[in-house]
């Protein structure tokens, strides 16, 4: 198995001249080329994985210093069991101790392609639980194995804890919806279709981050209208991006805001 350097995501060997990832128009190759990389190279450079906790039951996992994109994993805890969320392109065996400590896993799942990081790595490590896979994204799997397990629509994990898929970013764009997050009042944990900004009270719903490539005003009041049918009030994005509270409103307001931008009504401030 080889890790792409710059996105982070495992691949079968022999790996393709370029990863197929980072060649689509979403991602980028680095102006020097391909690079592959492996864990124990990773290890022998001193690559180690953090675990912080965000809120009760939820735990942040990163890699310092980065692999890839270098997303924070998240690891949502419920009395069945947990769920571990865009897994990081790097594993070892304290970050697998520590997962462990935390309960069972019951299933590692990306929010799309470009977070799937080590997924069947991780699974191994972790006893050979199911990694699921969008079914509308299966195109962009790079490591085959018979824990894959894909799925559509909508997947519960645990009793207030299921996967929905919105689309947008990737067809397969999923987010996870965590029912006694933020003290019980929902949390969501979502990838890029659903992004929040550096103002931590508005979200952009982009095709692109690094080339700049907006989805629709169409697909964002779509998502919106989606997600507003759960009941939450903090969104957690895999950057350490957050809308604290209150973030349902924000998500209604910023796919408004994007469309009218998209449509042109605000064309007279340009
Ligand atoms: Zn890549
Ligand atoms: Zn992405």
Aim: one cysteine or more.
């Amino acid at each position: 198995m080889l890790i792409c350097a710059t996105c982070a995501v495992e691949r079968d060997e022999p790996p393709p001249g370029v990863c197929p990832i980072c060649a689509d128009e979403r991602q980028y190759v680095p102006e020097d080329g391909q690079t592959w990389l492996t864990l124990d190279g990773l290890a022998q450079e001193g690559q180690q994985t953090v675990l912080k906790e965000n809120e009760p039951g939820l735990v942040g996992i990163t890699t310092e210093p980065k692999v890839g994109i270098g997303q924070t994993a998240q690891l949502v805890a419920t009395s069945e069991g947990s769920l571990l969320w865009d897994p990081v392109g790097y594993v070892d065996d304290s970050a697998v101790k520590a997962v462990l400590a935390r309960g069972p896993v019951l299933a590692i799942a990306a929010s799309h392609p470009h977070m799937f990081g080590v997924q069947v790595e991780w699974s191994h490590r972790l006893g050979g639980v199911p990694v699921l896979v969008a079914d509308a994204d299966r195109q962009w799997l790079g490591r085959n194995d018979p824990t894959i397990e894909y799925w559509s629509g909508s997947k519960t994990i645990a009793e207030g804890l299921t996967l929905h898929q919105t689309g947008g970013h990737f067809p397969g764009s999923a987010v996870a919806h965590w029912a006694a997050g933020a003290g019980g009042r929902g949390v969501l944990l979502t990838g890029d279709s659903v992004f929040p900004n550096p103002d931590r009270r508005t979200i952009s719903f982009m095709r692109s981050y690094p080339n700049r490539l907006p989805l629709s005003g169409a697909v964002a009041l779509r998502i919106a209208a989606q997600l507003g049918g759960l009941t939450f009030d903090r969104i957690y994005g895999n950057f350490n991006n957050v809308i604290g509270s209150g973030a349902k409103a924000v998500l209604q307001d910023s796919a408004r805001r994007h469309a009218g931008w998209a449509r042109g009504d605000f064309d007279h401030l340009t």
